[in-house]
């Protein structure tokens, strides 16, 4: 009743939307499940377990006395690290909050008008189709195949004059693979739309795309520090694309939406090599080891998860049974085309890994 009061208020579409669905949390399964908080595995947010640099977090601390003023409006400390790391000049860069998130909401913003087309290849990450509606676009769905591989020939079919915006996922979430560069190179080629890679797994894959920004002006890159570095609580995300996207982009970009201290943990995880190299080191190891153990089929993966089909049964009955354990994964029944009997687990700790494996293996023999 409150919204058809409003109705005249919202834009047209808006109470369409389905929420986004987070993982979730600790405390909310210790106080679901009577457990206690401290012995609660959380593996369904792809977060770091090893948590952030020390070195970020020294750097963050070292902020909090001159929160009261303004940082940079355009994050360019945070930038000029991020050229040193990518290789990629200043003027191809642009830093984002909230999260790759803001960085998506600020492209849209900037080319979407009502009656667009978006295309998005499922199953996905479910922010794609939120945002894209929230800006008035009509999104089309392409559905991967069995194994997840992107359907070439239909994207194609599916650009028309109307096409804006092409979203790629690579390492795709939920399923970890990667998509080929000739297939990225294959639809850049076929369209003057903006076609977005979202390369957050990027730390943990054999490859990346950042290359043919030299030799595509529709190309665009959204990173994170949310994956590797640890850096989720701090929202930190970041944008490459060509200078002429970059210079219209701050036109419409959220003013001072990276804070200082996100700037300083931002510089300071870039520069910590060790800690970074760990990460990697501890997710290559674990995520061998998850394929090799777990008692169903697992999807490789160049992610810091795996997808885990437990078919015949469902992801729903069996994430009761971890979640009942104080596991926590991410059941993948709410992303579009996912089915029912897939989840995604985030690589953990050694200890952590074998935890999950034994549960998993207990789930069976119930």
Not at 211 to 223: A, P, S
Not at 296 to 321: G, I, R
Not at 331 to 343: E, H, K, V, W
Request: glycine share 8%; net charge negative; aromatic share 8%.
């Amino acid at each position: 009743m409150y919204l058809n009061k409003h109705d005249n208020i919202l834009k047209r579409g808006i109470t369409d939307i389905k929420s986004y669905v987070p993982g979730r949390s600790i405390d909310e399964i210790a106080l679901d499940r009577g457990l206690d908080p401290s012995t609660i595995i959380k593996l369904g947010s792809n977060e770091n377990p090893l948590g952030p640099s020390k070195k970020a977090v020294e750097a963050v601390m070292s902020q909090l006395g001159d929160m009261y003023i303004y940082p940079s409006a355009d994050a360019i400390e945070l930038v000029t690290a991020l050229s040193s790391y990518t290789g990629i000049d200043t003027d191809s860069i642009v830093a984002s909050g909230p999260g790759m998130d803001g960085l998506i909401d600020g492209l849209l913003r900037l080319v979407l008008e009502p009656g667009d087309n978006v295309i998005i290849t499922t199953p996905t990450f479910s922010y794609y189709e939120i945002a894209s509606r929230a800006n008035g676009a009509i999104p089309i769905f392409v559905k991967r195949d069995s194994n997840f591989n992107i359907d070439i020939n239909e994207i194609r079919s599916s650009i028309s004059d109307k096409t804006k915006f092409i979203f790629l996922c690579s390492p795709n979430n939920p399923s970890g693979n990667t998509i080929p560069e000739d297939d990225i190179k294959i639809i850049l080629e076929s369209t003057e739309s903006l076609v977005f890679v979202d390369e957050a797994y990027i730390e943990f894959a054999d490859r990346d795309v950042s290359h043919l920004l030299k030799d595509y002006d529709n190309l665009v890159i959204g990173r994170t520090f949310s994956k590797a570095f640890g850096l989720a609580g701090l929202r930190i995300g970041y944008g490459l694309m060509p200078p002429w996207l970059k210079s219209e982009y701050m036109k419409v970009s959220t003013p001072f939406n990276v804070s200082s201290v996100a700037i300083a943990g931002g510089i300071a995880a870039l520069n910590d090599k060790s800690h970074l190299n760990r990460s990697q080191e501890m997710v290559q190891t674990g995520r061998k080891f998850l394929q090799h153990e777990l008692p169903f089929k697992v999807y490789d993966s160049q992610a810091n998860f795996v997808l885990v089909d437990v078919y015949p049964y469902t992801a729903s009955e069996v994430s009761e049974h971890l979640l009942n354990h104080g596991i926590i994964v991410r059941d993948c029944t709410s992303f579009r085309d996912a089915g029912d009997s897939l989840i995604r687990v985030t690589v953990g700790t050694n200890e952590q890994n074998k935890k999950l494996v034994t549960t998993f293996r207990s789930f069976l023999g119930n």
